[in-house]
């Protein structure tokens, strides 16, 4: 659906050179909803943008739905980006129009039939949650329902992808997730693509497929967003997960233990609970859980356990490569040091 190859955008002016984007290769798939996370100046918007070409890359090439973007004239690009709807962070709505006077804008701008607007402004209306503001003015809208004037406006073409610049980072937590729940909707009923940028790595839990970090206009690790949760290999996706995730014991606590400190991350249905007393069990060792979640990510469970072992240090590693093998991920976070590890 969505394919970007070795993209690169460089920002060139008289004094400096900034690489925005740098040579960055992912694919989305179509109904995939795509999560770029990273922080401040990591190259998020850079991207977005070139996938629509508002920015044009510097080298690489963008195809969106086989299309080649990086190879079109003005007016077939003109033409492409109908079918690729943007939504902002301050939603640039015409602040003397109202709602529907924006929604209708966007139509006719696209050269829709003067006769349908009124039809079609109404379904749109419908679609976001918002019939009851027809008439009411940006001003007098809340963040969220700002937002849903503009993602009613970016579905005014029936766009077939949906791109999303830090949509939801102007907006309280609840108003956030009702957003988020109004893309997902989009994504499942009408097979909208969605791309997305954020700083935020709750957004990302909450409706991604896939993830991508960046860093330094660099993709650092991409993948689904499950597996990343469960997995992560680079120190920032860590970092991201840890934010909405948090796994850590305070020092103070692991100093009371002397066992060893492992966290053990089950993925799926198992119940991890029920693995790790059989394995205390079979292995004659003690245990004591230090912090357990269930997590769901992308509407599968996943769980998370920290715990202490006690007992031969032979018996601890043994252990820990049973559980290991029951579809487990293992990482010993301290060794232990009491007399029996
Ligand atoms: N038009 C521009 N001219 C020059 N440099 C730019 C331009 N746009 C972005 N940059 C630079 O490119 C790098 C990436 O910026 P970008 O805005 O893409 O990052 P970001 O991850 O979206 O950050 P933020 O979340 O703060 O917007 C930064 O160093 C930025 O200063």
Do not use: W
Not at 14 to 37: A, C, L, P, Q, Y
């Amino acid at each position: 659906m969505i394919e970007a190859r070795e993209l690169t955008k460089i920002y060139k002016s008289k004094k400096r050179t900034v690489i925005g984007v740098d040579n960055v290769s992912f694919r989305v798939e179509k109904g995939e909803i795509f999560g770029i996370v990273g922080y401040s100046g990591a190259g998020k918007s850079s991207l977005l943008r070139c996938m629509n070409l508002l920015e044009r890359p510097t080298s690489g090439t963008i195809n969106v739905d086989g299309i080649d973007l990086t190879k079109l004239n003005s007016s077939r690009l003109r033409e492409a980006r109908l079918k690729i709807g943007m939504i902002f962070q301050h939603f640039y709505l015409i602040n003397q129009k109202t709602v529907y006077g924006n929604i209708a804008f966007a139509l006719k701008a696209a050269g829709v039939e003067q006769s349908t607007v009124p039809t079609r402004v109404d379904e749109l209306l419908k679609r976001v949650g918002l019939s009851d503001k027809r008439d009411a003015y940006p001003a007098q809208l809340s963040g969220g329902q700002k937002q849903r004037v503009g993602i009613a406006r970016a579905l005014a073409n029936n766009p077939r992808v949906l791109l999303c610049d830090e949509a939801t980072s102007a907006l309280d937590p609840t108003t956030t997730k009702s957003i988020l729940q109004l893309l997902q909707s989009l994504n499942k009923e009408l097979g909208l693509t969605i791309v997305l940028i954020t700083h935020e790595m709750n957004v990302v839990k909450e409706i991604c497929h896939k993830m991508a970090v960046m860093q330094h206009g660099k993709i650092v690790e991409q993948g689904n967003v499950y597996d990343l949760f469960a997995e992560p290999k680079e120190e920032l996706t860590k970092e991201f997960i840890e934010n909405v995730v948090s796994f850590n014991v305070p020092e103070r606590t692991l100093a009371q233990f002397t066992g060893t400190i492992a966290k053990v991350v089950f993925k799926g249905e198992i119940a991890g609970e029920g693995i790790i007393s059989d394995m205390l069990q079979q292995f004659s060792l003690n245990g004591n859980f230090l912090h357990g979640a269930i997590e769901y990510i992308d509407g599968k469970p996943l769980g998370i356990f920290i715990l202490e072992l006690q007992g031969e240090a032979v018996a601890v590693k043994q252990a820990l490569a049973y559980i290991e093998k029951r579809s487990a991920e293992v990482e010993v976070i301290r060794d232990g040091h009491s007399p029996l590890n």
